[in-house]
């Protein structure tokens, strides 16, 4: 068995970086692992709602509201290289960066080999020789005062996840889950291939959308709910606890091959109505169940 030998780097300053290396002990060539930490503050200005914008490229995000006036973010960035030059490749070219913009505050992940979330690049392969040895994994934890508003963007390898605030939310994800719990505003919550769980301690008070691929939603809201539901899944099951009213159906005309005249067909989702109706809550799926609980309050 090979000796193993743990290089440890603090850097001082405004950015605190500490970071643990797994090498091979006298080996310039093999199989590494790092693990880096990095924490820092950010500060909202000027007028207007206050809000954080997070994209990401390979893992999670978690969000909390507390009772804080700033930002406060610690990212955990993992590597795995093939080599000791693809580690250091991996050093250099993933970066998190942040952005004091007024009442805006930006993070965003940098890998200068694979697009961040919500931004265009070129996806071609490239040349087997060319191709990146490395593999990278940020997670980010950040602090936010409650009524801040969020946007969440990340692609692969994780849960978008938001705890306890209060203003409108924008979550999505590719291939991962979303977890929303304590919320309190309205907004939209999207992936591809993964479930959603979210839980309302007070009703979204606008038009609200929860969408998912491939996986279940399970949405928890208010006992006192009032509002129009509108829910479609191809292959799956709905649920609720709601005392509901179904709606008329939207259809629209369609004319089949060979027949002369008109018949009608189910655009695809179902409506209901709790309570006396309110906002429209949307709830889609292809391939998963839909279930909207009813809380204990």
Known sequence: MSNRVFCIQVVTGSL???????????AAQGPLHEERKESRRLQFSGQGVRTLDVRAVNGTIRVTGDGGADVRLEATMAFDAETKEALGMAQKNVTVEGREEGATVTIAVRDAAAPTCGEQRDWRQPAWWDRR???AEVTLTIQVPRDVRVRLCTVNGGEAVV?????DFDVSNVNGRIVLKGMGGSGRASTVNGTIDAVFDAAPRA???????????????????????????????????????????EREPSRRPGQP???????????YRVGKGGPELTFETLNGEVRIQRGPR
């Open 261 to 271: 005249r008109f018949v009608y067909r189910r655009r695809g989702f179902t409506d």
């Open 163 to 167: 705890d306890g605030t209060q203003g």
């Open 207 to 249: 038009e609200s959308l929860f969408k998912t691929v491939n996986g279940d939603i399970t949405v928890t809201l208010p006992r006192d709910l009032a509002a129009e539901l509108r829910i479609k899944t191809m292959r799956g099951g709905i649920y609720t606890d709601f005392d509901t009213v179904e709606q008329p159906v």
């Open 16 to 26: 605190v970086v500490l970071a643990t290396v797994l090498c091979a002990a006298g």
């Open 133 to 135: 040895r490395y593999d």
